[in-house]
């Protein structure tokens, strides 16, 4: 142990991050905001759960009403409004004819900007979802719980295939189009679809990527556990013309459209689906094993992502809202499908990188479209922000209201969102919650609650996080102290179960600190996180990160976001990621990695003032081992860097499969930079 690290203490440094000032919404938001009646929070207060969330139930349209709203009576299996119900596709179409019929669902703004946006009115959507779900449970002999897997990229098909299977109770599960076709496989056979459906090809940065050349190797990795003779519906980019250089295979492959002329005017009653109805499975973005189908109730994640639609993020009908994510992630399923057409709203689908051709390109769409409500990731701030920090607050952009995901959004980073690109008049809500969850968890209520730049704020109204140690005992509210994130009760979001895995579902989520599994009252089933946060005095959560993430230096434990958050106050630093190294002393070692734009020519000097601010702000027991300046980080397809890679190098171990991240080609750059030092 060296004599450092006396200096700082595990809780020192859990409170090391300086308590940042708050910012207050402005009264001409709070004037037209969804949720000001502050008396939400006693509402949603632990003596009325769960009844409270009848309130959200309440917004939707019911086909039998439900007699209860929980039924907690075999924990950790929750069952939301039984008895209830409902169609999903009923409440995000249908219910909106009478009033919106000719009003946009979606805009669809399509990579290349020649390509004219195109407005789908919720008529028009209507349309076209009965039609698919007529092909759908016709031609493909579909019929409610039937599992069906969607390869798809950004384009309008991707909604409207979703909403036809829920339509008819069809289970969807839609793999993230850049994943590749063995992911895509694995998912076909873990998930048991007899159909895959994909498109031929996308745009992204400038190319009309072959997609149909994934079907191949889905279906062989499918095939090789076990699962055989899936078929296979081709959407086509540009109907009409096969944009794809994959050949056909006769007898399993269809294009959708041809197919669909079968189908005009085609209507199909909504099925009345149970309440406690799967939905639909996401797999979550696995880092280690077989990735988790996370399965989704009808009735309670409807209800949920509807009424935080309308709270959280402030949707009305009147609003543009643009989130930028990818619908083949739980953020565009929760938050560009089915919470805000739940609630009538228009809903941007954008195809391709935020940064093409160019960095001002997002502005340039919120100006076309109209845009005033903003929904985005930490990493893509602060890739914007790399490429032009100053220019935002001078683009045509006007929002009253953005929102993060994701990750930990430091101050910095925070502070330019709301400066540059708010230009000081948005809102912002940091948003935490997982793809287990179904939707926002964490949040401030925007016009109730002031906001605080690196915190993403207190539980959502009834929504009750608590702080256990590692023996599971709860810390005090307001402690100031680092412990693992849990949910004391469970919510009308969270997932079903694994799909196929009760036991893995209970083992991964519920089972360490669950005291008496006997027990029947849900107040003993806490849900884990897998998050360190710490709850400030105000009652604020700071995430951490996950528990995976931390670092732990001769026994003294380092959030890898903590260091990275110190890292990313030296100027010159765009983007850092940390990881864990082993170090036969000290059992593991921070190392470092930071990319800076391309004008900042003396790296070592950049490392050398990351050092100083990582031993200035955490104490000298952060102070990284090794400080790499690197020209970008290796990135997922979605965005998020890949600590995992970096940290394969920084050990000397192989890196594994690299093909499905977005700049492949860093890696073996970055790991010669390391590797020769
Ligand atoms: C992280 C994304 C800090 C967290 C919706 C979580 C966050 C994981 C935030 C889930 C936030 C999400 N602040 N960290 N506002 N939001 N995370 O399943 O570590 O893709 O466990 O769901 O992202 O990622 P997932």
């Keep these: 142990m060296s004599d450092d690290t006396e200096l700082a203490t595990e809780a020192q440094i859990a409170v090391h991050w300086k308590e940042e000032q708050y910012f207050e919404p402005s009264q001409a938001f709070i004037a037209q905001a969804n ?9 949603f207060s632990e003596e009325n759960f769960p009844e409270c969330y009848r309130e959200y139930a309440d917004m939707l349209d019911w086909f039998k009403p439900y007699d209860q709203v929980l039924d907690s009576s075999n924990p950790p299996f929750w069952k939301w409004f039984v008895g209830g119900k409902l169609n999903v596709a009923y409440n995000c179409i249908d219910r909106h004819l009478a009033q919106h019929r000719n009003k946009a669902a979606f805009i669809f703004v399509g990579e290349p900007e020649e390509e004219e946006p195109y407005a789908m009115t919720y008529q028009e959507l209507w349309v076209r979802v009965n039609e698919m779900a007529a092909l759908l449970r016709d031609h493909c002999g579909l019929k409610a719980g039937d599992r069906v897997t969607l390869h798809m990229p950004m384009t309008l098909e991707l909604p409207i295939t979703m909403l036809a299977c829920a339509r008819l109770g069809v289970v969807h599960s839609q793999v993230f189009g850049g994943f ?22 996308y745009w992204r940065s400038g190319k009309l ?61 909504p099925v009345h689906m149970d309440a406690e109805a799967p939905l639909f499975l996401m797999y979550s973005s696995g880092t280690t094993g077989k990735p ?9 994640y409807l209800a949920y992502v509807a009424a935080t639609s309308k709270y959280i993020q402030d949707i009305h009908p009147s609003d543009t809202y643009w989130c930028m994510a990818d619908i083949g992630w739980i953020t565009g399923h929760s938050y560009i499908v089915y919470g805000p057409l739940a609630i009538g709203a228009t809903s941007v689908v954008y195809e391709g990188t935020p940064t093409f051709p160019d960095h001002n390109r997002p502005w340039r769409i919120a100006e076309r479209l109209g845009v005033n409500i903003f929904h985005t990731s930490p990493t893509a701030i602060r890739a914007l922000r790399r490429l032009d920090p100053d220019a935002p607050s001078k683009g045509p952009q006007n929002f009253k209201h953005m929102t993060t995901v994701g990750e930990p959004i430091e101050p910095k980073a925070w502070r330019w969102y709301h400066e540059q690109v708010g230009k000081g008049k948005a809102v912002i809500c940091d948003t935490w919650w997982q793809t287990e969850n179904g939707g926002f968890l964490i949040s401030t209520v925007p016009a109730l609650e002031k906001m605080k730049p690196g915190s993403a704020g207190p539980g959502l109204p009834g ?17 100031g102290k680092a412990g693992n994130l849990c949910i004391r009760n469970p919510w009308p979001g969270i997932m ?3 799909w196929g895995d009760d036991e893995r579902y209970v083992d991964t989520y519920y089972r360490r600190f669950c005291k008496n599994p006997d027990s029947k009252d849900w107040r003993d089933w806490p849900y884990i996180s897998g998050d ?30 903590e260091i990275e958050s110190a890292c990313l106050t030296v100027a010159e630093v765009a983007e850092a990621a940390v990881v864990a190294v082993h ?31 990582c031993e200035d702000i955490i104490g000298k027991i952060a102070r990284p081992e090794r400080v790499y300046v690197v020209p970008d980080m290796p990135k997922t397809r979605s965005g998020k860097i890949m600590r995992r890679v970096l940290g394969a190098i920084s050990n000397r171990r192989d890196t594994g499969d690299v093909s499905t991240l977005a700049n492949p080609e860093v890696v073996e750059e970055i790991r010669i930079l390391v590797q020769s030092r």
């Design 209 to 269: 990527i072959d997609h149909r050349e994934k079907v191949a190797p889905a279906l062989e990795e499918a095939k090789s556990l076990g699962k055989t003779g899936v078929k296979v519906l081709v959407w086509q980019r540009y109907p009409g013309k096969d944009s794809s250089k994959t050949p056909m295979v006769e007898g399993r492959d269809a294009f959708v459209n041809d197919i669909l002329k079968d189908y005009r005017g085609k209507r199909v009653e």
């Design 180 to 201: 590749s076709g063995k992911a895509a496989g694995d998912r076909i056979a873990d998930s048991g679809s007899d159909w895959l459906i994909t498109m031929d090809a």
């Design 463 to 479: 929504v009750y996080p608590i702080i256990l140690d590692d023996d599971g005992n709860e810390l005090p509210a307001g402690s």
């Design 532 to 561: 360190g946060a710490i709850d400030a005095e105000d009652g604020y959560y700071r995430i951490l990160g996950r528990i995976d993430d931390v670092i732990n230096v001769s026994g003294h434990r380092l959030g890898t976001k």
């Design 583 to 613: 170090d036969d002393i000290k059992g593991t070692v921070p190392e470092v990695y930071v990319s800076v734009p391309v004008n900042v020519t003396d790296r070592d000097a950049v490392a050398t003032k990351v050092i100083r601010a």
């Design 292 to 300: 988790k189908g996370c399965q989704h109730r009808t009735g309670g």
């Design 496 to 498: 079903q179960t694994i």
């Design 35 to 43: 949720m000001q009646d502050a008396s939400i929070r006693e509402r």
